[in-house]
Nanobody, 118 residues
């Protein structure tokens, strides 16, 4: 599975951005999709995830501001970000998971940088 993320950029606080992730390869093996982010000097953290049937999960820090969605026909998923804050500044990575019986395989996109200025 190969993932290609896009949509990052520089935005002022209060602004919005939409990130996109396109998947190719063994798409049938993907169960869950999501977005993680890593700010300078911090660990990578989950931002939002969505299952194949559409169940979503969000980090508390982004609830009510970010929305994850997916287009199964296009093998894409998105992260719509509203009311951005400087603390949202990070490199955002799209992620896909293959949930096996005993192991989980993670696939990662290359990362797209989001910078929110105050």
């Amino acid at each position: 599975v190969q993932l290609q993320a896009s949509g990052g950029g520089l935005v002022q606080a209060g602004g919005s951005l939409r990130l996109s992730c396109a998947a190719s390869g063994s798409i049938f093996s993907i169960n869950d999709m999501g977005w993680y982010r890593q700010a300078p000097g911090k660990q990578r953290e989950l931002v939002a995830s969505i299952t194949r049937v559409g169940t979503t999960n969000y980090a508390d820090s982004v609830k009510g501001r970010f929305t994850i969605s997916r287009d199964n026909a296009q093998n894409k998923w998105y992260l719509q970000m509203y009311s951005l804050k400087p603390e949202d500044t990070a490199v955002y990575y799209c992620n896909a998971k293959n949930l096996g019986l005993t192991t989980t395989l993670n696939y990662w996109g290359q990362g797209t940088e989001v910078t929110v200025s105050s």
